[in-house]
């Protein structure tokens, strides 16, 4: 047995290994023990034995036992040594006549967990078992809840692909990472029942997943919205009577009769308050009770938990939900913190009684539109990526999971969406078992354990490469390049069986994404660039020679593509990430039901700059019969942008104008934006529908009409409506001005959109009218020398009451004298 240093680690040969598990090993234990060689075959091709009498030869030895009983002459190794809580675990060493490791659990959990943890410790390649020489380690868990929501329904963008055995392997191994909680949903939800990809019923997973979480003793929960059993119809403020109507309360309480009657185990039943769903606080409470004395019918010991949650809950809403809260009825368990909750955790805790529990549900899988965006987000990647790429952001979950660890909370069960998020996932449970435990050391056992030892660092800080790509303006970010560089290196390092491995590809999709689209943003910006300079030339050349000299450099970006072998290895890639493991990163060839669901395969080329708004006005201004009339129109479409001599225009997508935004809260202070303003994305104005507005909600109605205002019968509208500074429920949105002339009059003229209780003020008195709604779609506003006499502007727009936020895309404050 010889010693070797292994990415920076002593380790000593343990392929001959035996496996001594003394008896009385309970059921649950006894699978541990079987993961453990299971998993270990699987990675080495070695099937280590299993024996609950102790070998006596001097082959090394892997202990698998309970704390504190079968002990024996390796527990002098022990001394000092602190002994685990529930659910927790001990492994040491004992460098003896032979290398003994011994892992201790302090129930069937902790032996599970102890398995998890040394699976993480070893180093296992093909026909070779490493160990460290050298371990001693005892942990119990911080938190006593550490789960994750795995849905099988057509929204997900990889879950509705997978076999019960695929769906047994993931929670196995969300398992080693001491995850104890898994989080499933009823077939009728906000979704189709069944889709194109889903080869079993929605029930039958259901009983699966709930027989695989009892094998191992992990709690099953429920998502359960309250939905209608048919067309997915679902209350609105409005229609609770229906919903409370005898003979639709049947229906509802007779479906969960059927389900919980289903199922091996349930422990709890999540109802969110809103999203989706909407009734009112007292019908969600009435509803609840009955909901819950069918759960006890079948399992008596379960309990329900509800949030708060809603996208503009009123504060009669949010009233009534409290005092049913503090009525602490007997099934109620909890209440839960997760997304679109109007208070902060320290603000729920205080108005949730403290023998209630609160659970958070933190959003791991959204990038925008979403509890926790990625900050400051540059258009570019949100309009590519969009919301739901893959997505590893493990330094910025580590810090939003311990900015909420001392709220009260009981632990976390997190929002899934499918595959996306698988790296978060485990950040996620590590930092729920230890909030201590560095970012760098969960990537590394992940990469270990899931890719292989030869990569372990080289995936770790591959994936920490990959979060730093979406930070700052896409056009100034050098680690971009570097990231790919450094996974197409590993990817020439690699095998055939490394560059198979899912987690690997994911990544590998990325690096090569991230770089196409940096690529094609630094083309297009100078394709654009070149193009309004030709358009300047119309005065003289003409304006059609103008245009079509415009137009021609446009195209450029079809005609002269850059980065194209980038593009045709994310098609590769996306191809095999659906064959490995179901995801669906296409709308057409994979099936995913949306490209703002996990498609952004599908926006792989979506313009980056003003190309389809400006060939649309280019198209218009063709059919007009007179030279004055289109040299009027071109200059209009030209100068858009032009505040004129003295003026200042923002558009809040650039981050050159973040910097006259009054941030409240620095972002490691709030990064749910509850009480800061935000920039906020809407690629569905120019993804879906081939960029062109034909939807048919107000909002794109309310964008198509104000494009003809810039020239009647426009379609594609500008990229800087695609992002706006915006804010969550009441925080205020503050744009400052400085160094204006004060003797000066300006028009300040507002691109964006607000209506309800918020108001806009400058400097401090009120500029829109009262009571008028849909105010903003390139309204003006006269600002004399009497309100700036310091030459400074504050420009601000607050919800007053109850209503929506603002959406404020463009800014010109133009000086008029």
Same mark, same amino acid.
């Given at each position: 047995?010889?010693?070797?240093?292994?990415? #920076? =680690?002593?380790?000593?040969?343990?392929? @001959?290994?035996?496996?001594?598990?003394? =008896?009385?090993? @309970?059921?649950?234990?006894?699978?541990?023990?079987?993961?453990?060689?299971?998993?270990?075959?699987?990675?080495?091709?070695?099937?280590?034995?299993?024996?609950?009498?102790?070998?006596?030869?001097?082959?090394?030895?892997?202990?698998?036992?309970?704390?504190?009983?079968?002990?024996?002459?390796?527990?002098?190794?022990?001394?000092?040594?602190?002994?685990?809580?529930?659910?927790?675990?001990?492994?040491?060493?004992?460098?003896? *006549?032979?290398?003994?490791?011994? =892992?201790?659990?302090?129930?069937?959990?902790?032996?599970?967990?102890?398995? $998890?943890?040394?699976?993480?410790?070893?180093?296992?390649?093909?026909?070779?078992?490493?160990?460290?020489?050298?371990?001693?380690?005892?942990?119990?868990?911080?938190? *006593?809840?550490?789960?994750?929501?795995? $849905?099988?329904?057509?929204?997900?963008?990889?879950?509705?692909?997978?076999?019960?055995?695929?769906?047994?392997?993931?929670?196995? !191994?969300?398992?080693?990472?001491?995850?104890?909680?898994?989080?499933?949903?009823?077939?009728?939800?906000?979704?189709?029942?069944? #889709?194109?990809?889903?080869?079993?019923?929605?029930?039958?997973? %259901?009983?699966?997943?709930?027989?695989?979480?009892?094998?191992?003793?992990?709690?099953?929960?429920?998502?359960?919205?309250?939905?209608?059993?048919?067309?997915?119809?679902?209350?609105?403020?409005?229609?609770?009577?229906?919903?409370?109507?005898?003979?639709?309360?049947?229906?509802?309480?007779?479906?969960?009769?059927?389900?919980?009657?289903?199922?091996?185990?349930?422990?709890?039943?999540?109802? &969110?308050?809103?999203?989706?769903?909407?009734?009112?606080?007292?019908?969600?409470?009435?509803?609840?009770?009955?909901?819950?004395?069918?759960?006890?019918?079948?399992?008596?010991?379960?309990?329900?938990?509800?949030?708060?949650?809603?996208?503009?809950?009123?504060?009669?809403?949010?009233?009534?939900?409290?005092?049913?809260?503090?009525?602490? *009825?007997?099934?109620?368990? $909890?209440?839960?913190? #997760? &997304?679109?909750?109007?208070?902060?955790?320290?603000?729920?805790?205080?108005?949730?009684?403290?023998?209630?529990?609160?659970?958070?549900?933190?959003?791991?899988?959204?990038?925008?539109?979403?509890?926790?965006?990625?900050?400051?987000?540059?258009?570019?990647?949100?309009?590519?990526?969009?919301?739901?790429?893959?997505?590893?952001?493990?330094?910025?979950?580590?810090?939003?999971?311990?900015?909420?660890?001392?709220?009260?909370?009981?632990?976390?069960?997190?929002?899934?969406?499918?595959?996306?998020?698988?790296?978060?996932?485990?950040?996620?449970?590590? @930092?729920?078992?230890?909030?201590?435990?560095?970012?760098?050391?969960?990537?590394?056992?992940?990469?270990?354990?899931?890719?292989?030892?030869?990569?372990?660092?080289?995936?770790?800080? $591959?994936?920490?490469?990959?979060?730093?790509?979406?930070?700052?303006?896409?056009?100034?970010?050098?680690?971009?390049?570097?990231?790919?560089?450094?996974?197409?290196?590993?990817?020439?390092?690699?095998?055939?069986?490394?560059?198979?491995?899912?987690?690997?590809?994911?990544?590998?999709?990325?690096?090569?994404?991230?770089?196409?689209?940096?690529?094609?943003?630094?083309?297009?910006?100078?394709?654009?660039?070149?193009?309004?300079?030709?358009?300047?030339?119309?005065?003289?050349? #003409?304006?059609?020679?103008?245009?079509?000299? /415009?137009?021609?450099?446009?195209?450029?970006?079809?005609?002269?593509?850059?980065?194209?072998?980038?593009?045709?290895?994310?098609?590769?890639? /996306?191809?095999?990430?659906?064959?490995?493991?179901?995801?669906?990163?296409?709308?057409?060839?994979?099936?995913?039901?949306?490209?703002?669901?996990?498609?952004?395969?599908?926006?792989?080329?979506?313009?980056?700059?003003? %190309?389809?708004?400006?060939?649309?006005?280019?198209?218009?201004?063709?059919?007009?019969?007179?030279?004055?009339?289109?040299?009027?129109?071109?200059?209009?479409?030209?100068?858009?942008?032009?505040?004129?001599?003295?003026?200042?225009?923002?558009?809040?997508?650039?981050?050159?104008?973040?910097?006259?935004?009054?941030?409240?809260?620095?972002? !490691?202070?709030?990064?749910?934006?509850?009480?800061?303003?935000?920039?906020?994305?809407?690629?569905?104005?120019? =993804?879906?529908?081939?960029?062109?507005?034909?939807?048919?909600?107000?909002?794109?109605?309310?964008?198509?009409?104000?494009?003809?205002?810039?020239?009647?019968?426009?379609?594609?509208?500008?990229?800087?409506?695609?992002?706006?500074?915006?804010?969550?429920?009441?925080?205020?949105?503050?744009?400052?001005?400085?160094?204006?002339?004060?003797?000066?009059?300006?028009?300040?003229?507002?691109?964006?959109?607000?209506?309800?209780?918020?108001?806009?003020?400058?400097?401090?008195?009120? /500029?829109?009218?009262?009571?008028?709604?849909?105010?903003?779609?390139?309204?003006?506003?006269?600002?004399?020398?009497?309100?700036?006499? !310091?030459?400074?502007?504050?420009?601000?727009?607050?919800?007053?009451?109850?209503?929506?936020?603002?959406?404020?895309?463009?800014?010109?404050?133009?000086?008029?004298?």
């Amino acid at each position: 047995m010889s010693d070797r240093i292994c990415n #920076g =680690v002593e380790v000593a040969d343990m392929s @001959q290994a035996k496996i001594f598990a003394p =008896v009385p090993m @309970q059921e649950r234990g006894a699978l541990a023990v079987r993961i453990l060689i299971e998993e270990i075959e699987k990675r080495t091709g070695i099937r280590i034995m299993a024996d609950s009498a102790r070998p006596d030869d001097t082959s090394p030895l892997i202990v698998v036992r309970y704390a504190g009983r079968d002990g024996g002459s390796e527990n002098r190794a022990a001394d000092g040594l602190p002994v685990p809580g529930r659910e927790g675990f001990r492994i040491y060493t004992d460098d003896g *006549p032979k290398l003994t490791i011994v =892992v201790e659990g302090a129930d069937d959990r902790g032996v599970l967990y102890g398995v $998890g943890k040394l699976l993480r410790l070893l180093y296992l390649s093909e026909s070779k078992i490493e160990a460290p020489v050298s371990v001693r380690l005892s942990e119990t868990p911080h938190f *006593p809840l550490r789960g994750h929501q795995l $849905g099988y329904r057509p929204k997900t963008n990889a879950y509705d692909a997978w076999t019960p055995e695929i769906y047994a392997q993931y929670i196995r !191994e969300l398992a080693l990472f001491g995850a104890n909680s898994i989080e499933i949903m009823p077939p009728i939800t906000d979704d189709e029942r069944t #889709g194109p990809l889903m080869k079993y019923d929605p029930l039958f997973m %259901m009983q699966h997943v709930s027989e695989v979480c009892d094998s191992m003793d992990l709690d099953v929960w429920v998502w359960y919205p309250n939905m209608g059993a048919e067309d997915n119809w679902y209350p609105a403020s409005g229609n609770d009577e229906a919903f409370m109507k005898p003979e639709y309360l049947r229906k509802q309480l007779a479906e969960r009769d059927e389900i919980f009657r289903s199922m091996k185990r349930l422990d709890h039943i999540f109802v &969110p308050g809103g999203d989706p769903g909407a009734l009112g606080a007292q019908d969600l409470f009435d509803f609840m009770a009955m909901e819950a004395e069918v759960l006890r019918k079948y399992h008596p010991q379960a309990k329900m938990w509800v949030s708060p949650q809603a996208f503009n809950p009123t504060d009669e809403w949010l009233d009534t939900f409290f005092a049913n809260v503090r009525k602490e *009825p007997v099934w109620l368990a $909890g209440v839960v913190f #997760g &997304p679109w909750e109007k208070h902060s955790l320290p603000e729920l805790r205080k108005l949730v009684p403290q023998s209630l529990a609160i659970r958070s549900y933190p959003d791991i899988t959204h990038n925008l539109s979403c509890q926790y965006p990625v900050h400051n987000w540059d258009t570019a990647f949100a309009i590519t990526l969009g919301r739901e790429c893959i997505n590893p952001r493990p330094e910025e979950q580590k810090h939003i999971h311990n900015f909420n660890k001392n709220g009260g909370i009981v632990g976390s069960l997190s929002y899934s969406e499918g595959i996306n998020d698988d790296v978060n996932k485990f950040i996620w449970s590590d @930092q729920d078992w230890s909030p201590d435990t560095p970012v760098v050391q969960t990537l590394k056992e992940y990469a270990r354990l899931f890719i292989g030892p030869a990569f372990e660092d080289g995936v770790a800080y $591959g994936l920490l490469a990959l979060e730093r790509n979406l930070r700052g303006p896409i056009g100034l970010n050098r680690q971009i390049p570097l990231t790919l560089k450094h996974w197409m290196e590993m990817e020439a390092a690699a095998d055939d069986k490394v560059r198979g491995n899912y987690r690997f590809e994911q990544g590998l999709l990325r690096a090569y994404y991230d770089a196409y689209i940096q690529r094609r943003w630094i083309h297009e910006t100078e394709l654009e660039r070149q193009a309004m300079d030709l358009l300047t030339r119309a005065g003289e050349w #003409g304006t059609m020679r103008s245009m079509a000299a /415009a137009e021609e450099a446009l195209r450029q970006k079809e005609c002269e593509p850059v980065g194209i072998g980038y593009k045709r290895k994310c098609d590769e890639l /996306a191809d095999r990430l659906f064959e490995h493991i179901g995801a669906q990163l296409t709308v057409g060839k994979h099936k995913a039901i949306g490209v703002l669901r996990g498609a952004f395969m599908d926006c792989i080329d979506t313009p980056l700059n003003d %190309m389809a708004f400006l060939l649309d006005a280019f198209h218009l201004i063709r059919q007009m019969p007179e030279e004055e009339e289109r040299l009027a129109a071109l200059q209009r479409i030209v100068d858009r942008t032009n505040p004129g001599i003295g003026g200042f225009y923002d558009h809040f997508g650039a981050h050159s104008s973040l910097a006259r935004v009054d941030i409240a809260h620095a972002w !490691e202070d709030d990064p749910g934006y509850l009480e800061t303003a935000i920039v906020r994305h809407n690629p569905a104005l120019i =993804v879906e529908a081939h960029s062109e507005l034909t939807g048919s909600d107000t909002y794109t109605r309310l964008c198509r009409e104000t494009l003809h205002k810039i020239l009647p019968g426009l379609t594609h509208p500008p990229l800087a409506w695609v992002s706006s500074l915006s804010s969550y429920y009441s925080a205020p949105v503050k744009v400052v001005y400085d160094h204006l002339d004060c003797r000066a009059s300006y028009t300040v003229k507002v691109m964006g959109l607000w209506s309800g209780k918020v108001r806009m003020r400058i400097n401090g008195k009120y /500029a829109d009218d009262t009571g008028v709604n849909d105010r903003g779609l390139l309204d003006e506003f006269t600002v004399p020398p009497d309100m700036i006499p !310091e030459g400074r502007m504050e420009i601000v727009w607050a919800n007053e009451e109850a209503g929506s936020a603002p959406f404020i895309h463009e800014l010109w404050v133009m000086r008029k004298s």
